[in-house]
């Protein structure tokens, strides 16, 4: 037996999908610009990550003009409507993968239809306390 404090543990990644100007369904005019082939390729790919071992899928996110930022000053909770981010940088839905190094996690990410038609995924580790 080797020793137990070589062993290398999976390590947990969120990838962040920043949708930017990819087409969705979410947007129709836009989901038209990408013929009916490319339209099932997206849901193909995307169930095909969602069984991915090790994936647990996340969560779409409403728009960014829905999100409110919180922040405490003096003890005071403050409001503001939206993300102090460009909507095209927003991040559009997540997911976590658990895999043995980060060249899994890019990947992953790579596969990811927004990553090829405009948009970018973030992968970043979870941290466990």
């Not at 829905?66 to 460009?86: E, H, K, L, N, S």
Request: net charge negative; proline share 7%.
């Amino acid at each position: 037996m080797g020793d137990p404090f070589l062993k290398e543990e999976a390590m947990k990644y969120m990838l962040l999908i920043h949708q930017g100007d990819t087409p969705t369904p979410a947007s129709p005019e836009a989901w038209a610009t990408l013929s009916q082939d490319e339209q099932q390729a997206v849901y193909a790919d995307y169930q095909a990550i969602n069984q991915t071992p090790g994936v647990s899928s996340g969560l779409a996110l409403a728009a960014p003009e829905t999100a409110t930022t919180v922040r405490v000053q003096d003890g005071r909770t403050m409001t503001t409507d939206g993300p102090f981010v460009d909507t095209k940088e927003s991040i559009n839905g997540y997911l976590i993968y658990e895999a043995d190094h980060l060249d899994a996690a890019i990947e992953l990410a790579a596969r990811i239809p927004a990553a090829r038609l405009g948009g970018a995924i973030e992968v970043r580790p979870i941290m466990e306390w």
